[in-house]
């Protein structure tokens, strides 16, 4: 799901859109499973030996049904977790609930896994309790029903799951399906920010900048910024680089601003792309060099991000330069290939092709 974009809102005085809204330059939305269980794991079970052999000969892990999950084992986790979970071991329920949620080793089944979330999330367990909250907020294996998610997430919120204090403070921003309440909002998405969550450290840093739900500081805004940059959020890193360039909250350094947009441009992003030629275009914090800056403007366009102001900054470049820049852009993040290497492809191309002739001869 899209995060809701806070700054540009909250600013503005706008109303705030439903939290499955886009926006086009900073997307931000409810997190989904941000620190529930690993699921990278291999989907295909490997060939093993008994279940308890393996959890207690190999794993060596207290929890056997979670070694097992952890080491990709899928069958074998579910084959231990299901005795525990029909004494309403919440762990263990919630387990089985991953396991039918992502398809690890059974048919994905996201409505018995809503069920095996349901007697979790009643059990106590905080991540059942928010992961079924999601499925409420998306209508996935049960009814659509976002009051309900509210409760799931005030639920796991109430025991300090960073995700869903989140999660419940955007809905408290919304103030539809929980009660409309920036000094709520404010709360919670400090205390998931102190948490070290990106997505929270960010967005708390927006309110503080706005001043809304919280004294304004923005001194503090755009350190929590930078945090939630220094983690690798896109948005944030344009932000923070951003205030680096202003010197809003923060004092005024445009090499370092720079860097921070060359970054996010690295990532893909086309608003930092766009920035990041502008800068290069006038030689601010980096070194003037127009065929990089019409190459950062030719990803970002291919984006569909077009800026009149960086076509004035570039309209003196060289018919050649352009040219080099467009080919830069067409093979990035790769370079071009050089001539030695259209060469060595157009010989290995006319071998196998002379090979192929030769076989032919022999049979005829």
């Known amino acids: 799901m899209k995060r809701l974009l806070l700054m540009g809102l909250l600013l503005a005085g706008a109303a705030v859109p439903a939290l499955a809204a886009a926006t086009s330059s900073a997307p931000q939305s ?22 308890m052999s393996i959890s207690k000969d190999v794993f060596n892990h207290e929890d056997d049904a979670y070694g097992a999950y952890q080491r990709g084992y899928y069958l074998t986790a579910l084959s231990l977790a299901l005795p525990r979970a029909e004494k309403a071991d919440p762990a263990a ?8 949620a992502k398809g690890l080793g059974v048919a994905e089944n996201v409505a018995t896994a809503s069920s095996w ?14 992961e079924l909250g999601m499925l409420y907020l998306n209508g996935d294996g049960v009814p659509k029903n976002p009051k309900r998610a509210a409760e799931l ?20 921003i919304q103030g539809q399906d929980a009660s409309p309440s920036l000094n709520d909002a404010g709360k919670l998405m400090k205390s998931a920010a102190d948490s070290g969550l990106a997505e929270a450290q960010y967005d708390y840093g927006t309110l503080l900048i706005a001043g809304a739900g919280v004294p304004p500081n923005v001194t503090e805004g755009a350190r929590q910024i930078g945090l939630a940059a220094a983690q690798g959020l896109v948005e944030a890193e344009i932000d923070y680089a951003t205030m680096l360039y202003l010197g809003q909250g923060v004092t005024r350094d445009v090499k370092t601003a720079a860097a921070w947009y060359l970054r996010a441009a690295n990532a893909g992003n086309p608003v930092a792309q766009n920035r990041y030629a502008k800068l290069l275009a006038v030689g ?5 060099d127009l065929k990089q800056a019409a190459m ?7 984006q569909g991000l077009n800026d009149p102001q960086t076509d004035k900054l570039l309209v003196s470049i060289s018919q050649a330069d352009l040219n080099a820049a467009e080919e830069l852009a067409r093979f990035w993040p790769s370079k071009p290939p050089t001539a030695a290497d259209v060469q060595k492809a157009t010989d290995a191309a006319k071998l196998v092709l002379s090979t192929k002739l030769a076989g032919d001869g022999k049979g005829l």
């Not at 329920?93 to 039918?100: F, N």
């Not at 639920?155 to 799951?161: E, F, L, T, V």
């Not at 601010?284 to 003037?288: N, R």
């Not at 950062?296 to 291919?302: D, E, K, N, T, V």
């Open 30 to 51: 409810v997190i989904d499973n941000s620190v529930g269980l690993d699921s990278m794991m291999p989907s295909e079970e490997p060939k093993s030996p008994d279940a």
């Open 296 to 302: 950062w403007r030719a990803l970002a366009r291919r």
């Open 117 to 130: 979330y349901s007697l979790a999330a009643k059990n106590g367990d905080v991540l059942a309790a928010f």
């Open 93 to 100: 329920q919630t387990l089985i609930a991953e396991i039918y």
């Open 284 to 288: 601010e914090g980096v070194d003037l």
């Open 153 to 172: 997430f005030q639920q796991a919120s109430d025991k300090g799951y960073p995700p869903a204090q989140y999660n419940l403070a955007l809905l408290h």
